[in-house]
């Protein structure tokens, strides 16, 4: 192991970041690319939520009265696209970038220069997929599952300028994700094995190799795509010899991974936090790793759950229903583990803490409707109605959105050397916590009683619960300004934390200053 | 770097370009297996060259014609006959009345499914107007004609088959697909052909 430190010479060994712009443009640190994927991720969570609060307030009263409804259907499938690819992955690249070195005690990332490209292509990405907006023919508008031949025979001029956006994002991620895989698996500390890496890392080292295995595939999807639209080729069009079926089953094939992409590092995070704030050991370790790793295994055949109405013969349909509930199994092993480490533990309840119990709670609300959509013949019911959007909003926002809330809580301290506010932070949970139930809950009525979803009007029976989901939907997303001014409060200053910030903080990331020094672990650390 | 990095880096290069590979050979992959499982209600676009499909003593099956116009195709598409009986191991020809009713030249694919999709694949076609692109001037007709046969090995649970086509304008971009591989080799299959 020594071999991998001699070798990894910096020519800015010693001294701290650059200065100005260019620090930012030509970086190679770990900790100032954790940072702008950070902020990136930020940035592009409120342009989402700001195309989220349009939609709510078009659904705030039946009938049109905001936006037109092509307009709507461009917001709807931008916030998809940008909520996915530009604010969840990015973040927990981000997260990854900062905390994977410092917790398996390695220097920096394994390829620095390839981590400032896979950060510095995004913007450009996002530049180009935003830009369709003002293009003749406006934005995308098939959702964000692009199915064909909507985007496809039937999509504006600027689908070109999306499939060239996601071939980007798609770079991104493969770049990022072979980072950390050659990081994890080459450059932890000597006494560091496999088996004793904290679990945001084995979390991210399962979610990395997802990545690697279906980022391509989606890239093949929308080239696919592309060839269909600009070289006559007929992937999805009947008409030539194609099938739009086959363009659910590749893009699922893709999707499906991708949804616990967006989930697994959320399990690592609040592994951690819970472990910190109950001040126990965590309970089963092991069973934590291998339900992570079943849940990714399994992520590959359950695909067709989302497209059990096509026409799937009634074999497909049996698989694919008992395959999906079997992933219950080991996600209930870790609702069970973490709740477990809770037992009888000297709890607090920070900001973190709340925000990693209410993940626990939230999430498996949505894992319990994921289930019921799991079941075939209920799913032909609850196909495309708002329960479908009630239960993917809570796996996602209380889900994975908490979860990276929670890790910047936690781990703030650490990167800024300051203690957030906690009366703020506290605050901020609770309106958040307030907000997003009282959104996506009533969307599980109305969805049940039969509201279709992506349509901007709606029935006048849905009136009520609608304008109840868009008060707490504006609620959710005014509390994110909060958030803003607690996260810009706590760079500028606050209380100086402690190395180890919390009591009951265990790892190696905790056993530098805070802030982190800009290198940390030149000198690997021994572990045990 | 170390040698260790290097491989793991490799490696991982590898991983990302066979599954970008695979992504697209998930299209051969899907229509072979539909073929084979008859799932889709798939068909073969090429004719039959089983010589011994014919029998005397077969079962007596109904077929159902159906058409369908995809989008905005204008054309009038209608068989001839809604509802047959015809014998298992018995050639039979069906024709569907077809016609031109715009005042500008257009070209047309029929793209044929079969319900029960376990139907699909006994039901064969020595010859069939979905082989290729209809043509058709402005107010021109035509009857087009499909032989087929039902082989021997028709689930005897199915007593009742239907025969749909969907007819597609393809003005737009013909010669681009279809007719490119028929020049080619006239009823052979490639990869992207049989489907639906």
């Known amino acids: 192991m020594s071999a991998v430190i001699e070798s990894h010479n910096h020519d800015d060994h010693h001294h701290g970041p650059a200065k100005g712009l260019t620090r930012w443009l030509y970086t190679t640190n770990h900790k100032d690319i954790g940072t702008l994927y950070l902020w990136f991720s930020f940035a592009m969570f409120l342009i989402g939520g700001a195309m989220a609060m349009v939609i709510r307030a078009e659904l705030f009263q039946p009938g049109m009265q905001i936006v037109e409804p092509e307009f709507y259907n461009q917001m709807l499938t931008l916030h998809g696209l940008i909520m996915v690819f530009g604010a969840v992955m990015p973040a927990f690249v981000g997260l990854a970038n900062w905390l994977v070195p410092m917790m398996v005690g390695a220097p920096d990332m394994a390829l620095p220069r390839m981590n400032n490209l896979s950060f510095w ?9 935003l830009s369709s907006l003002f293009m003749e023919g406006g934005a995308p508008n098939f959702g964000w599952t692009f199915y064909a031949p909507l985007s496809t025979t039937y999509a504006p001029p600027s689908v070109t300028f999306f499939i060239f956006a996601v071939h980007i994002m798609g770079a991104s991620s493969i770049m990022g994700s072979i980072n950390v895989i050659v990081t994890i698996m080459n450059m932890r500390a000597p006494g560091m094995t496999l088996m004793k890496m904290p679990l945001f890392v084995w979390s991210w080292l399962i979610t990395a190799y997802l990545l690697i295995a279906v980022m391509p595939v989606l890239a093949g999807a929308v080239t696919m795509m592309l060839m269909d639209i600009h070289f006559g080729t007929s992937f999805f069009n009947a008409a030539g010899g194609g099938d739009p079926v086959l363009f659910q089953h590749i893009f699922w094939f893709f999707g499906h991974p991708e949804v616990y992409i967006m989930i697994l590092p959320a399990f690592g995070i609040a592994s951690h936090i819970i472990e910190t704030f109950s001040r126990k050991q965590l309970f089963g ?5 291998w339900a992570m790793a079943s849940i990714a295994i399994l992520s590959f055949v359950v695909w067709a759950h989302h497209m059990f109405t096509v026409g799937l013969p009634l074999a497909a349909e049996l698989f694919f229903m008992w395959a ?3 992933i219950a199994v080991p996600t209930g092993v870790k609702v069970f583990n973490w709740v477990t480490t809770m037992f009888k533990g000297s709890i607090t309840y920070e900001t973190p803490m709340l925000f990693a119990i209410a993940f626990v709670v939230l999430f498996t609300i949505g894992g319990f409707s994921g289930l019921m959509l799991a079941i075939t013949p209920a799913d032909f019911q609850y196909h495309d109605t708002y329960f479908v959007v009630a239960h993917f909003h809570y796996v996602l926002v209380p889900g994975s959105i908490f979860s990276i809330m929670a890790a910047v809580y936690y ?13 703020l932070g506290k605050l901020h949970f609770w309106l958040s916590f307030i907000g997003v139930n009282v959104t996506f809950f009533p969307q599980h009525w109305i ?10 009007d709606y029935a006048l029976q849905f009136a009520d619960w609608n304008m109840i ?3 707490g939907a504006f609620l959710f997303g005014a509390s ?8 810009l409060k706590t760079v500028m200053g606050g209380k100086k934390a402690t190395p180890e910030v919390w009591e009951g903080s265990r790892g190696l990331e905790w056993t530098v200053e805070s802030p982190a020094p800009y290198h940390t672990f030149t000198t690997p650390p021994k572990v045990n | 770097m170390n040698q260790g990095s290097k491989k793991t880096i490799k490696t991982l290069c590898f991983a990302v370009l066979g599954m970008f590979t695979f992504s697209f050979a998930l299209v051969p992959l899907y229509n072979v297996f539909c073929e084979v499982t008859g799932l889709n209600g798939k068909i073969e676009l090429r004719a039959t060259n089983d010589k011994n499909i014919e029998i005397d003593n077969g079962r007596d099956v109904s077929i159902q014609f159906v058409s369908h116009n995809n989008e905005e195709m204008p054309w009038a598409f209608r068989p001839s006959e809604d509802n047959i009986q015809i014998k298992t191991g018995k050639y039979h020809t069906a024709t569907f009345y077809v016609k031109n009713t715009t005042n500008k030249r257009m070209v047309a694919q029929a793209i044929p499914s079969v319900a029960p999709s376990n139907a699909a694949a006994h039901l064969k076609k020595l010859e069939c107007f979905c082989f290729e692109q209809q043509e058709l001037a402005p107010g021109e007709e035509a009857l087009l004609p499909v032989r087929l046969i039902f082989d021997d090995e028709l689930p005897s649970s199915i007593n009742s088959v239907v025969l749909s086509y969907t007819i597609f304008d ?9 007719s490119q591989h028929h020049n080619d080799d006239h009823h052979a299959g490639h990869e992207m052909e049989p489907s639906i």
Not at chain 1, 121 to 129: E, T, V
Not at chain 1, 411 to 419: A, H, L, R, V
């Open chain 1, 121 to 129: 292509i995004l913007p450009f990405a996002f530049f180009i997929l």
């Open chain 1, 285 to 289: 370790y092991a069973s934590m790793v």
């Open chain 1, 324 to 326: 999906t509930m079997l």
């Open chain 1, 411 to 423: 781990w703030i301290p650490k990167w800024t050397g300051n203690m957030y506010d906690e009366r």
């Open chain 1, 447 to 456: 969805g049940l009683a039969g509201m279709p979803r992506r349509i901007p």
């Open chain 1, 469 to 471: 989901s868009s008060v």
């Open chain 1, 480 to 487: 994110q300004i909060l958030f803003l001014f607690i996260v």
């Open chain 2, 170 to 178: 393809v003005t737009d971009y013909n010669d681009v697909e279809f």
